[in-house]
């Protein structure tokens, strides 16, 4: 087997048994026996199990990241981008519920390592929307008060949570576009109805 396919069957091994066992609970002998190689193997390509996860991060999410900015690059609309960004996710994380789990769980509870790794592609994922929002300010399309890393954090907050419970049911009852369309809904306009049309 070339060591290309060696490293990407481990990371794919080991998103899998993050998402199963739990960062902290698994083993390099877990990731392993569910690469089908021998434990000596997996150091010849990671240091140990925090290189192993950055790397789920770096390479999983780079990908989402290379796909979705390509594809916001031909759109102009900040609007429409939104759009793209969610649908994008919503389908990565459909795809992939080991990685959603891994995003959603152990994100959270290794934060620290994750945030000494300055430079990684997850902060360049999210930070994907901020720059959504302060192109839709430069165009007048967006509200010049809204705080855009704030507003990254509410948005990506919200697949995030949708994307959990799509993974802890195994199903949803609305389809990706059902959902992007009602994010963007809440997101764009918000839950109040036009202040002209409230009875007084």
């Known amino acids: 087997m070339k060591a290309e396919n060696?490293?990407?069957?481990?990371?794919s091994?080991?998103?899998k048994v993050f998402a199963k066992k739990?960062?902290?609970t698994a083993r390099?002998?877990?990731?392993?026996?569910?690469?089908?190689?021998?434990?000596g193997t997996i150091y010849l390509y990671f240091n140990n199990k925090y290189d192993?996860?950055?790397?789920?991060?770096?390479e999983e999410v780079g990908k989402?990241?290379?796909n979705t900015e390509k594809l916001l690059s031909a759109e102009y609309d900040p609007r429409k981008q939104l759009e793209i960004f969610a649908s994008q996710h919503l389908m990565a994380m459909k795809k992939n519920r080991y990685l959603a789990e891994v995003i959603q769980i152990e994100l959270r509870q290794t934060h620290k390592v994750i945030?000494?790794?300055r430079d990684n592609k997850f902060s360049k994922y999210v930070g994907i929307v901020a720059v959504i929002i302060k192109h839709g300010q430069k165009t007048g399309i967006y509200r010049p008060d809204i705080k855009p890393d704030l507003a990254k954090r509410a948005f990506f907050g919200a697949l995030d949570e949708i994307s959990r419970v799509w993974n802890a049911s195994l199903e949803t009852n609305y389809s990706v576009e059902e959902i992007v369309t009602q994010m963007l809904s809440i997101?764009?306009?918000?839950?109040?109805?036009?202040?002209?049309n409230l009875p007084e």
Do not use: C, M, R
């Open 64 to 66: 989402i990241v290379e």
């Open 13 to 15: 091994a080991a998103t």
């Open 28 to 39: 390099i002998s877990d990731i392993a026996k569910e690469a089908k190689v021998a434990d």
């Open 187 to 196: 997101f764009l306009t918000g839950i109040q109805i036009d202040p002209a």
């Open 6 to 11: 060696k490293h990407t069957k481990i990371i």
């Open 115 to 117: 945030k000494e790794y």
């Open 22 to 24: 739990g960062f902290f």
């Open 52 to 58: 192993i996860l950055l790397s789920v991060f770096e």
